[in-house]
């Protein structure tokens, strides 16, 4: 279980830095107006988000949920982990959110300005900043 444990905090990394950089790369996108700038940013959006975006959360999904299965017994009385998965569900919304926003820049259609997608970069924090408190410090 060590060996899951690991490869799900590192699949956790990669997929906090491909929440975090994905936004940037949508603040910079929206600041561009020339054409080569434009195809750029959606070239480097599009394999950020399916080369590592997707990938990292589907493994570090499947690996969270083998190790909750695996330790049912266990976990089901230890709240710190609900009050994590409850807050692992509003970043799913966000990572599927990210891939609306890649498919309306992908068509031209963003109408948002560089300071929206500023604040918006910001919400992985505040969910990062929870878990890693549940998780290490357990309060309940």
């Not at 490869?7 to 107006?33: E, G, K, Q």
């Not at 399916?50 to 959360?57: N, T």
């Not at 709240?79 to 926003?101: Q, R, S, T």
Request: glycine content about 4%; hydrophobic content about 55%.
């Amino acid at each position: 279980m060590l060996w899951i444990k690991a490869f799900h905090i590192i699949s956790v990394i990669t997929w906090f830095a491909a929440l975090f950089y994905l936004p940037r790369l949508f603040v910079y996108h929206s600041m561009s107006d020339d054409k080569t700038s434009i195809e750029r940013f959606k070239v480097m959006e599009r394999k950020l988000y399916r080369g590592i975006m997707m990938p990292s959360f589907i493994l570090a999904t499947a690996l969270g949920a083998w190790m909750v299965v695996d330790g049912w017994a266990i976990y089901q009385s230890q709240y710190w982990l609900h009050a994590k998965l409850a807050l692992i569900v509003p970043l799913i919304g966000y990572h599927f959110y990210c891939g609306h926003l890649l498919q309306v820049f992908k068509r031209d259609e963003n109408t948002r300005s560089n300071v929206f997608y500023r604040w918006f970069n910001e919400f992985p924090v505040l969910i990062l900043v929870a878990v890693v408190i549940l998780v290490v410090v357990k309060p309940f």
